[in-house]
């Protein structure tokens, strides 16, 4: 069952759909939707779980795409653009749904590296409060690149862990084995045929870019650093939001 998910609609333009981050919310998008609003129409939402928009009974990836479909125009098919799982639900969207084409933002599908950190901290995910959130904390504060100090604390401050929406989330990475994990993303990736930009400011590794196009040929693969060299970190759309919209509206104009 599909959850009506919070929506804000501005600009003019083919639509654009921004999908934020696990335990964030669709203001995280708000340097960088001016810069896109002079030629898309963009759809901002809140996730299920997040922001204004509804808890629910479960946080199935499958179910919170439809959430994203239903508040969209099957007869005019977005560009979808998600940063971290938001990127991961751009793809499943793209597997699913007509869209126009896919940028994912720092969220590389190779998902085993990731399950295994998840699997080892289960104790925490599923312990006391404390626990939880300083799991959480920590897991960001690894993500952080060349992100000053302030810029990061600010993030941190505005993000809202629930526990039972993370691990809801995360029962894939928390309960499936690494078998059935890596078959549903082989399966989501063959059935995605419109081109992907998968765009990181942490570096997904020298084999990421074969990896991921041997499942969508489609793909193109980015690593942005900054001026010396380091990477940008987790959110490299806010660390440099005008590159980030121009790269978004180039893409755009090829598909």
Do not use: C, K, N
Request: net charge negative; no cysteine; proline share 9%.
């Amino acid at each position: 069952m599909t959850v009506e998910l919070a929506t804000a609609v501005e600009g003019s333009g083919p639509p654009l759909v921004l999908l934020h981050g696990i335990t964030e919310d669709s203001s995280f998008w708000a340097p960088v939707v001016p810069l896109l609003t002079p030629w898309a129409t963009v759809v901002s939402v809140d996730l299920r779980g997040h922001g204004a928009s509804p808890s629910a009974a479960g946080y199935d990836l499958e179910d919170m795409a439809d959430d994203v479909a239903a508040v969209l125009d099957p007869a005019d098919p977005p560009l979808v653009v998600g940063h971290s799982l938001g990127g991961l639900l751009a793809v499943v969207l793209a597997a699913r749904h007509p869209v126009r084409g896919v940028v994912d933002v720092d969220q590389p599908l190779a998902l085993g590296g990731l399950q295994a950190g998840v699997q080892q901290a289960a104790p925490l995910l599923r312990g006391s409060t404390a626990e939880f959130e300083g799991f959480v904390a920590a897991m960001f504060d690894s993500m952080t690149g060349s992100t000053p100090d302030d810029e990061a604390a600010a993030l941190a401050a505005r993000r809202r862990p629930r526990q039972d929406v993370v691990t809801g989330i995360w029962t894939p990475l928390l309960d499936w084995s690494p078998a059935d994990l890596a078959a549903f993303v082989d399966r989501t990736a063959a059935a995605v045929h419109v081109p992907v930009l998968s765009l990181h400011g942490l570096d997904p590794g020298p084999d990421y870019a074969d990896w991921l196009t041997s499942r969508i040929p489609t793909a193109t693969v980015e690593h942005w650093t900054d001026g010396a060299g380091a990477d940008l970190g987790h959110h490299p759309h806010l660390r440099e939001p005008q590159r980030f919209a121009a790269r978004v509206r180039e893409f755009a104009s090829g598909l």
